[in-house]
């Protein structure tokens, strides 16, 4: 792997020991570029969906169904403070962690979070190929994903950087999240400049 070792350093820089926190729309490909992401920086990869899963015992389907939406964002919401504290990672966010003020605020102290941002054809497509997500379990999945966008959009562009998710080969995406994270830490560095006279 000779190449990019020098945007591996930088992102890894810019991150600066904090974990890289993926947020945006269920089919915005946090799992598949967070995992491609995480191997390129050489750091552990943890989809927070599955480790809410395995602290529950069952899946998500199965919380909602018999929890409902309101106990799963609860135990969302532990589990993601839970990952934020230990090692540094490449974390992806279930689409509606981060609509969770408590959890974008342990994100925001302890993280670095990107919003991959989908445009709705490209999202529809890819939820379309897995029957597995509850809040599009309605009549009208489309509007739904629509109604889901218009509420979250805003709320996402809280993220520190996003990056649009594109239909493109992976490592394009990767490098994207990488390019972002080192052009945002220039940008975060000269902004943290000690607060002189302005000019």
């Keep these: 792997m ?5 945007k591996t350093d930088a992102a890894l820089a ?16 946090k799992t598949s ?3 491609r992401v995480a191997q390129r920086l050489s750091l552990p990869f943890v989809d927070a969906d ?18 409902g939406e309101p106990s799963f964002r609860d135990g969302e919401r532990k589990v993601i403070a839970r990952l934020l504290d230990s090692e540094q ?6 689409g509606g962690a981060f609509i969770n003020a408590e959890t974008r605020a342990a994100i925001k102290a302890s993280g670095v979070s990107i919003w991959l941002k989908a445009e709705f054809e490209v999202l529809m497509a890819r939820v379309r190929r897995k029957g597995n997500r509850p809040l599009l379990q309605t ?13 979250r959009y805003p709320i996402y562009a809280e993220a520190d950087i996003t990056v649009e998710s594109r239909d493109v080969a992976h490592d394009v995406m990767v490098d994207a999240v ?7 830490h220039g940008v975060a560095a000269t902004g943290s400049a000690p607060k002189g006279p302005l000019p």
């Design 2 to 6: 000779g190449h990019g070792t020098g």
């Design 14 to 29: 810019a991150l600066n020991g904090r974990t890289l926190v993926l947020v945006g729309m269920m089919g915005a490909g």
């Design 33 to 35: 570029v967070g995992k």
């Design 50 to 67: 599955v480790a809410i899963e395995d602290a529950a015992g069952m899946t998500i389907p199965e919380i909602f169904a018999k929890h």
């Design 89 to 94: 990672k490449v974390l992806a966010t279930g």
């Design 139 to 151: 009549a009208d999945p489309d509007q739904t994903m629509r109604n889901l966008s218009a509420d």
């Design 178 to 184: 990488l390019d972002a994270l080192i052009s945002a």
